[in-house]
């Protein structure tokens, strides 16, 4: 029998992690956040009035096994005057079937039926749910993209309304033999799916080990001077009972080129290791050289190396 892993995130970080998790003998849960106010995504969530779905059809195409025509297709956004613009040919699929179904978490099972996918996808709620942040200035932000919008630095990540959790995702964790926090923005993507209450009571009762993919670059207003040991700091702050046990971190030697690029452009400066205060933190750091240069210029997590190293922990625990 596989061993189960349940991974929480959203948007591109987790896409990447599955895309090579997906091929090894592991029982995978993916759990997705539904906040999402932006682009595509934002104007479906307002016009049909149901959760974000633009992080559930990138997670749905990456773990499926048709080709990779048809996952263009699903990725594939419509440039035109009409009301269709920028809007992603699988947003509009899940829309669909939500009208059809009455339940995301049905769309996604169709869906994931329809594009050959073996593994489970859930969303964290059916409710459509409004991210809220406090800044260390004490001012008060509602909206996902206005938060990432927003360059102060984040006091805490809290939902306007207490969501109601998909059953099947509390199930899922309660079984797990291992939970992941995947990279991807810390603030908006990991912590939206775990700040629910009986998100995080289902975290403090499970048996399963706790791992967290670290970013291998800061994002502006969430995470700027930020080294390995804060993010885990932040992580553990929302997890009521339970601490990170194990964090995968990138020792990559990224050339001062690219680091300027970054810096010039996005803001991002390279996470570094800090070891002494992961000693403090009492985690086990595995650090390896994570980062290939990706067809787009951009650094990206090499998906296969990552899920070896995932499988390789799995297998020992």
Do not use: W
């Amino acid at each position: 029998m596989h061993k189960k892993v349940v991974v929480f995130g959203g948007g591109t970080g987790i896409s990447y992690l599955l895309r090579g998790l997906k091929d090894f003998p592991v029982d995978i849960t993916a759990i997705i956040t539904v906040a999402d106010n932006g682009r595509s995504t934002g104007r479906l969530r307002n016009e049909f009035n149901i959760p974000a779905v633009g992080d559930i059809r990138k997670v749905i195409t990456n773990l499926s096994e048709v080709r990779p025509e048809i996952k263009e297709l699903m990725n594939y956004r419509f440039s035109t005057y009409s009301d269709f613009d920028g809007h992603a040919l699988g947003n509009l699929i899940l829309v669909g079937m939500h009208d059809i179904t009455g339940s995301l978490k049905d769309s996604i099972a169709c869906l994931s039926e329809l594009l050959d996918v073996r593994h489970k996808v859930y969303p964290v709620s059916e409710d459509r749910l409004t991210l809220m942040a406090e800044t260390e200035s004490g001012k008060i932000i509602e909206g996902e993209e206005e938060i990432t919008d927003n360059r102060e630095r984040k006091k805490r990540i809290f939902y306007k309304e207490e969501p109601t959790i998909t059953p099947e995702a509390i199930d899922a964790v309660l079984e797990a033999d291992l939970i992941i926090f995947s990279m991807g923005s810390l603030y908006t993507s990991v912590l939206p799916t775990i700040i629910g209450k009986e998100m995080q009571q289902a975290i403090k009762k499970s048996k399963a080990k706790l791992m967290y993919i670290c970013n291998a670059m800061t994002q502006p207003g969430e995470t700027d001077n930020f080294g390995v040991g804060d993010h885990v700091e932040v992580l553990n702050k929302y997890l009521t009972g339970r601490k990170v046990d194990v964090v995968i971190a990138t020792n990559t030697e990224i050339d001062q080129e690219m680091i300027d690029k970054y810096h010039r452009k996005e803001e991002k400066d390279k996470v570094i290791i800090d070891y002494e205060k992961l000693d403090k933190i009492g985690v086990e750091v595995i650090e390896s050289d994570l980062l290939i240069l990706d067809e787009d210029g951009t650094l990206k997590h090499d998906s296969l190396l990552l899920s070896t190293i995932v499988f390789s922990y799995l297998m020992r625990i």
